[in-house]
């Protein structure tokens, strides 16, 4: 792997991904797309531009050019200009509210986007295509742990644009021969990720005094991995897995999410005063559950952290950061 393409590196699981690359792999060029849709934050990776082996490509630094993997053009003139050899493709909208309120931005980068760039992969001679995907592809798991080859049911047009990405980049590895593995992760969380979603609104809302919109009952159960575990398992999938096939990355650290709202009231020094209940999600999934055994014995990943010591990590650096929150709440 020498020349080693990531899209949407500027997002939350990307720039941690990005960070993971060009610090362990440096004789390898880490060449990062990112659209800079709002999600996408250049601030994300200070920490790492300026290292040899790392390559911004953004509408800022591509003379005006999109930098949007549906633009078929220009990802086949990328693929061929920097001579890209390996892709990791996290580049997506992905919240699910949204994608209640309009499926159509999801279509358009999800499916569209995939079919534009995995075509341009193919077409290029790449050797290898890692599409990042989601548990929530398999729906709501009422009892048990959903494994990679059981069916899927999608609940969200969020889910069913993923599951759409995903099939379309398996589909080119048994019509084409074409290199593709898929990854199916659990929730994240971690620093850098936008405060839309739970876990950082919520934090950022108690540091501000402010409440915190429960949906429902709180009831839903959701599964949770930190970013830096979750980045690992995609290096080691990046490296030891095997072309065709899907892996389960999960925490195994199942909350509902009244629970872990609990957890994060009582870490920022909060009652549950600040609970304000509101009307539940459309389509609310009620469990994600997946069984990633299959990446535990036959690539030999396991997390390293914790959920309480993630979480406090979390929580604390989003106290250190208002500077980078503050302007995005705003």
Excluded at 251 to 263: C, D, Y
Aim: net charge positive; charged share 25%.
């Amino acid at each position: 792997m020498d020349n080693i393409l990531i899209t949407g590196g500027m997002g939350f699981i990307g720039s941690h991904f990005v960070r993971l690359a060009v610090n362990s792999l440096p004789n390898a060029t880490i060449y990062n797309l990112d659209k800079l849709t709002y999600a996408g934050n250049p601030r994300n990776l200070d920490d790492v531009r300026g290292a040899k082996n790392y390559v911004e490509l953004t509408p800022q630094t591509c003379a005006g050019a999109t930098c949007d993997i549906a633009d078929a053009a220009l990802m086949r003139f990328i693929m061929s200009k920097f001579r890209i050899d390996t892709v990791v493709s996290f580049a997506a909208e992905s919240h699910v509210d949204r994608s209640i309120n309009d499926a159509s931005p999801f279509v358009q980068t999800n499916v569209m986007g995939t079919v534009s760039f995995i075509e341009a992969a193919r077409a290029s001679g790449a050797k290898k295509f890692l599409q990042i995907s989601t548990d929530e592809v398999y729906g709501s798991v009422e009892k048990g742990f959903s494994k990679e080859p059981d069916t899927f049911h999608p609940n969200s047009p969020y889910s069913a644009s993923k599951l759409a990405s995903e099939q379309i980049a398996l589909s080119y590895r048994r019509t084409h021969k074409f290199p593709v593995i898929v990854t199916r992760t659990t929730n994240n969380y971690g620093s850098y990720q936008y405060p839309e979603k739970v876990i950082p609104l919520f934090i950022t809302n108690l540091i501000e005094g402010k409440k915190v919109p429960l949906y429902g009952d709180g009831s839903n159960i959701r599964d949770w991995i930190h970013a830096e575990d979750n980045s690992a398992a995609l290096m080691a999938v990046l490296f030891k897995g095997e072309d065709g096939e899907a892996y389960n990355i999960a925490g195994q650290t199942p909350l509902s999410n009244k629970e872990l709202t609990m957890k994060l009231i009582k870490a920022c020094g909060r009652d549950e005063s600040f609970i304000q209940p509101v009307e539940d999600r459309k389509g609310h999934d009620k469990r994600y559950a997946i069984d990633d055994s299959k990446i535990r014995s036959k690539l030999g990943w396991k997390p390293k952290i914790g959920f309480d010591e993630g979480l406090a990590k979390t929580i604390q650096w989003y106290k250190d950061r208002k500077d980078w929150w503050g302007p995005l709440k705003k």
